[in-house]
T-cell receptor
Framework: ETGVTQSPTHLIKTRGQQVTLRCSSQ?????VSWYQQALGQGPQFIFQ???????GRGNFPPRFSGLQFPNYSSELNVNALELDDSALYLC????????????FGPGTRLTVL | RKEVEQDPGPFNVPEGATVAFNCTYS??????FFWYRQDCRKEPKLLMS???SGNEDGRFTAQLNRASQYISLLIRDSKLSDSATYLC??????????FGGGTRVLVKP
């Protein structure tokens, strides 16, 4: 086990709703990256947080936002959910911003109906 | 064109056989390369980094060809437990990892 935890494991929402996903990083890691993995595809980079600041963002709209807390845990918030937001959301922690290795959590599976 | 492209497979491999597959990347400024393994409905896990001179880790061999912008993974003496999706991962400058869509490998008795 990597020591990275995510909650909840599964979530069902309807279009237009808002969702918050949570991630606790591995001990000693100050960087958390979030990814979206649609079925049958590879993970797509959403954004990264380092010491409570956003430190890089992928091609995702502003309704995807995040936070990092002083203990380096993190939240991913998605507003105005769309059907295409249905995916596995993965967070990964690393000891610094240049990820020679990122340790992934088990993911949160979000279904939008 | 996708930044990182992989043959989705599946590659059906008899147990004990050798299988190899490639991944191409479009950004010539890419600096670091990795293979991750993802089991069904699980999170990705680092299998190995890929170095310029090529590198081996047990039954797994990774190669990098910068001129043609591809990396490869070879698995020798395939085990049933090698059945998984193998994700090619590329890092350019900065902190973003770009994943390919994955190559599915099924090892059969």
């Amino acid at each position: 086990e990597t020591g990275v935890t995510q909650s909840p494991t599964h979530l069902i929402k309807t279009r237009g709703q808002q969702v918050t996903l949570r991630c606790s990083s591995q001990s000693g890691h100050n960087t958390v990256s979030w990814y979206q993995q649609a079925l049958g595809q590879g993970p797509q980079f959403i954004f990264q947080y380092y010491r409570e600041e956003e430190n890089g963002r992928g091609n995702f709209p502003p309704r995807f936002s995040g936070l990092q807390f002083p203990n380096y845990s993190s939240e991913l918030n998605v507003n105005a959910l769309e059907l295409d937001d249905s995916a596995l959301y993965l967070c990964a922690s690393s000891p610094g911003t240049s990820p020679s290795e990122q340790f992934f959590g088990p993911g949160t599976r979000l279904t939008v109906l | 064109r996708k930044e990182v492209e992989q043959d989705p497979g599946p590659f059906n491999v008899p147990e004990g056989a050798t299988v190899a597959f490639n991944c191409t990347y479009s950004n010539s400024a890419s600096q670091s390369f990795f293979w991750y393994r993802q089991d069904c409905r699980k999170e990705p896990k680092l299998l190995m980094s890929v170095y310029s001179s090529g590198n081996e880790d047990g039954r797994f061999t990774a190669q990098l060809n910068r001129a043609s912008q591809y990396i490869s993974l070879l698995i020798r003496d395939s085990k049933l437990s090698d059945s998984a999706t193998y994700l090619c991962v590329v890092k350019a400058a900065g902190n973003k990892l770009t994943f390919g869509g994955g190559t599915r490998v099924l090892v059969k008795p």
